[in-house]
């Protein structure tokens, strides 16, 4: 992770030594380098080139209002999945005609909201939403641009909870009723049908399950011309995945050049293309730092008792995710075999297990790769007060989400009368 290295023993974000940061800031604390943002972007951006393809930030990964502005002034779009996720949008500016909206489960005031604000696109998932919406669009006179989502029943050989193309997966109409719904969606009065859309899963790192989903996709593409319907844009969704380990992911290059050969092979190069990548953006351009408070050695187990927590990084309990982990400040010596694990109380709540290390209490440790899926996905859990967020830009940092307050903790609670 080039962003984050050691100088003289001392791990550094940018230039930035980050033993600095958690003493000025506090732990556990979430820690960015705008650098990584813009070189993953730019990742995209030149595998892009010139062909005609929108790449829609995912940014339920990270969506922190600094890093949207950042990739914002960078050009990006966005893709949304809810009122709040539009309402960051708006906040920092973002160009709504390269706003797509997805999700399983849109509500009438939510599509309203992105109507009123004109985005690009609804990637709508059922007969029912496609009816919702289109009332919803009529009442305000409008039209709303929608993409079917289609589950085109591919296996993208990651973990399942992440899996979403899938017949078993609640994601996205049945690529065998998708013609009909198309035939539905042209009888609607409120919609104007532009695009088709899926999306597979995430964190892949093969590219083949992107072609077995194109293939059908295609298909359904000529169907659709065989019955009148044009499509302007195809959108292939998020997906790619990062290295936490010693994985090698496809490269947004590899994955542009093989999906526009096909396009192009099949007399489909027309078709505009979106991109809705999340992690690919963020994940290797953070880490969580958090200082160990007790070391506690087990009958079977050596324990590093950290402030992060399950709350903080929920990756480990939910999926037995891996994150790389290192020491602010490596001390020379012999290493034990620990579990690094957080306050709550739960069995699942660690962060890493089993690594080789040379701690004392007081140590600050960096997770590794938790840019994406980190911060957003934290809770309150044992009423634990979110973390701070930074970013860091050169040798100069900026706090871009302050830590959460009992205070804001208790707020909006009351007692009975
Ligand atoms: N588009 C749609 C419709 C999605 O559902 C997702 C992610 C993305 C794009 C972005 O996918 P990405 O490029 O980040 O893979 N919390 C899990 C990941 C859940 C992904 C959900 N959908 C994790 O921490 O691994």
């Known amino acids: 992770h080039p962003y984050f290295q050691y100088r003289n023993n ?216 065989g019955i009148g319907i044009r499509l302007s844009h195809l959108d292939l969704g998020g997906g790619l995945g990062i290295r936490y380990r010693d994985e090698v992911p496809p490269s947004p290059k590899a994955l542009l050049d093989h999906v526009f050969q096909r396009l192009q092979a099949r007399g489909h190069g027309h078709l505009r293309l979106v991109l809705e990548p999340g992690r690919s953006l963020v994940g290797n351009a953070g880490v969580l730092l958090t200082a160990v408070q007790y070391l506690k050695h087990g009958e079977a187990r050596n324990f590093a008792i950290v402030d992060a927590a399950m709350n903080d990084l929920m990756r480990p309990a939910l999926y037995d995710a891996w994150h790389g982990l290192r020491p602010l400040r490596p001390r020379a010596g012999d290493t034990l075999e620990y579990d690094i694990v957080g306050p709550v109380c739960e069995s699942a709540d660690w962060l890493a297990r089993q690594r080789a290390l040379a701690l004392e209490q007081g140590d600050v440790l960096a997770l590794e790769s938790a840019g994406a899926y980190g911060m957003t996905m934290a809770g309150n859990y044992n009423t634990r007060p979110r973390a701070a967020e930074v970013m860091v830009d050169g040798d100069r940092y900026h706090v871009v989400r302050q830590r959460e307050t009992l205070d804001d903790l208790l707020r909006g609670e009351s007692t009975l009368p």
Not at 160 to 178: C, R, V
């Open 10 to 225: 001392v791990l550094y974000a940018e230039d930035v030594p980050l033993d600095h940061l958690a003493e000025r800031l506090g732990t556990p604390l979430y820690v960015y380098s705008r650098a990584a943002l813009k070189a993953a972007w730019e990742t995209y951006r030149s595998a892009v080139g010139q062909r005609p393809v929108q790449v829609c930030y995912g940014m339920k990964a990270n969506s922190n209002l600094a890093v949207l502005k950042e990739f914002a002034r960078l050009g990006a779009g966005f893709d949304i999945v809810s009122g709040g996720e539009l309402k960051r949008a708006l906040a920092v500016g973002a160009d709504p005609a390269r706003i797509v909206f997805s999700g399983v489960g849109k509500q009438a005031w939510e599509m309203r909201a992105a109507l009123a604000a004109g985005v690009m696109c609804f990637n709508v998932e059922s007969e029912a939403e496609l009816q919702r919406l289109s009332d919803v669009a009529q009442e305000t006179g409008q039209r709303a641009r929608v993409a079917l989502r289609v589950n085109p029943d591919v296996d993208a050989q990651t973990h399942p909870y992440i899996s979403t193309g899938l017949k078993e997966n609640k994601f996205g109409i049945p690529i065998g009723a998708a013609l009909d719904a198309y035939r539905s969606a042209r009888l609607l009065p409120g919609l104007e049908i532009t695009g088709l859309d899926c999306h597979i899963g995430s964190q892949l790192t093969d590219i083949s399950p992107y072609f077995d989903a194109l293939g059908k996709l295609l298909d359904l593409v000529a169907d659709l011309d």
